[in-house]
Antibody, heavy 116, light 107 residues
Framework: EVQLVESGGGLVQPGGSLRLSCAAS????????MNWVRQAPGEGLEWVAN????????NYVDSVKGRFTISRDNAKNSVYLQLNSLRAEDTAVYFC?????????WGQGTLVTVSA | DIQMTQSPSSLSASVGDRVTITCRAS??????LAWFQQKPGKAPRSLIY???SLQSGVPSKFSGSGSGTDFTLTITSLQPEDFATYYC?????????FGQGTKLEIK
């Protein structure tokens, strides 16, 4: 059974940092692109970033470029999202998802709240 | 960036009905389109990828079609568990973009 489990969310002040983790199991993790998607309270889904199988290709939505960094450790079957210079508008549930083109699996999400 | 426009934004239907949700891309996206279902307080669930390929475990009451810029999600024989918000997504080009969502409510 495919499982994605996010962790690392929490309450952080504006300008602060967090590192989100997503642990994968039940599929050949190193063979797939991985994504991060977020959802602000009461809003729709927003794609944030993705990364290819060996980490050599990374893409970001404009609003997080230069502040967020996606990375992965294939030995640990994990993908990460480093969130720096956080703003109130980054408050959201962050989901990791597997490769969309073959039918994405989703984690349960982790809540990031940016507030003073 | 490719804009994805869903219609309608909300839809009321009855149990047993057949509904169709439309998604239009601002430019051609080939077959790089997926559909997701989300219930309140839950993670999204993948329904369809590649325009019409059904995710494993998803019932055949869900179907997708379309090409180029215009796509549809059809749900037949609506059941109470189908009332949710539905999103389309294009993965033809980065940034990947979602539609704004269609909320399917019970009439």
């Amino acid at each position: 059974e495919v499982q994605l489990v996010e962790s690392g969310g929490g309450l952080v002040q504006p300008g602060g940092s967090l590192r989100l983790s997503c642990a994968a199991s039940g599929f050949s993790f190193s063979s797939y692109w991985m994504n991060w998607v977020r959802q602000a309270p009461g809003e729709g889904l927003e794609w944030v970033a993705n990364m290819n199988q060996d980490g050599s290709v990374k893409n970001y939505v404009d609003s997080v470029k230069g502040r967020f960094t996606i990375s992965r450790d294939n030995a640990k079957n994990s993908v990460y999202l480093q969130l720096n210079s956080l703003r109130a508008e980054d408050t959201a549930v962050y989901f990791c998802t597997s490769q969309i083109s073959v039918g994405a699996s989703w984690g349960q999400g982790t809540l990031v709240t940016v507030s003073a | 960036d490719i804009q994805m426009t869903q219609s309608p934004s909300s839809l009321s239907a009855s149990v047993g009905d057949r509904v169709t949700i439309t998604c239009r891309a601002s430019q051609g996206i080939g077959n790089y389109l997926a559909w997701f279902q989300q219930k309140p307080g839950k993670a999204p669930r993948s329904l369809i990828y590649g325009v019409s390929s059904l995710q494993s475990g998803v019932p055949s009451k869900f179907s997708g079609s379309g090409s180029g810029t215009d796509f549809t999600l059809t749900i037949t024989s609506l059941q109470p568990e189908d009332f949710a918000t539905y999103y389309c997504l294009q993965y033809y080009a980065n940034p990947v973009t979602f539609g704004q969502g269609t909320k399917l409510e019970i009439k």
